[in-house]
């Protein structure tokens, strides 16, 4: 791959690329967030059947995710005016309101900082990717889906809430992990632990793997 078609890719646990960029409620930065955790997900295009569904789902999660502290924010490569007429579309054939703001992302400066534009996919439009970001604006998850396959709303939220509650009681969680189940105890990091942990009152089925409730 040559230096021009290289990918340029944000990462984990480092922060989220910064950006300032018009949206369909006014310009937008990253630091407009702080405080808050944001899902920043990008679409390929406006008036496409894939990404209506998906922006639907969205909507329809819109109150779930402001309950958790947590803002929506969408983007393409299509512009202003664009949005402005596909979010009418989609409240008038639909019958959802979009409430969160989409960015026009003309000259792909977001998309670029953000590893959106994927060429293996499209030069011209920005993949399915999905970015968690939290409240200090430290990148945390991504998620990136093929263009004829929609994401999951429903998983997207799961990992938001499995993230924040793994953060505010210093844990882990499990495959699939929902709220009500059993979380993973960090594992010893001594064999001085590891031979306590057995006596410790969780349900340990080894010394690397243990849980407990909530």
């Not at 310009?27 to 569904?53: I, M, N, Q």
């Amino acid at each position: 791959m040559t230096e021009a078609n290289q990918v340029q890719m944000p990462r984990l646990n480092e922060p989220a690329p910064a950006f300032d960029a018009p949206t369909t409620d006014g310009r937008k930065t990253l630091e407009d967030y702080k405080g808050k955790w944001l899902v920043l997900f990008s679409h390929p295009a406006d008036f496409t059947p894939v990404c209506t569904t998906e922006f639907i789902a969205f909507a329809k999660r819109h109150e779930d995710f402001k309950a958790r502290n947590t803002e929506l924010l969408g983007l393409s490569i299509d512009s202003h005016y664009s949005h402005i007429a596909w979010m009418l579309n989609i409240k008038e054939k639909f019958g959802v309101e979009i409430k969160f703001p989409i960015i026009a992302d003309l000259n792909m400066k977001v998309a670029q900082s953000y590893g959106m534009i994927q060429p293996g996919a499209s030069d011209t439009a920005a993949v399915r990717a999905t970015f968690l970001i939290d409240p200090d604006g430290v990148l945390r998850a991504m998620v990136y889906y093929p263009m004829n396959a929609g994401r999951s709303v429903a998983e997207i939220y799961r990992l938001l809430v499995a993230m924040q509650t793994a953060d505010e009681n210093s844990c882990a969680m499990p495959e699939n992990w929902v709220p009500g189940d059993a979380v993973i105890v960090p594992t010893p990091a001594t064999p001085e632990a590891a031979m306590a942990r057995a006596g410790e009152g969780y349900k340990t089925v080894d010394w690397y793997f243990s849980t407990r409730e909530l």
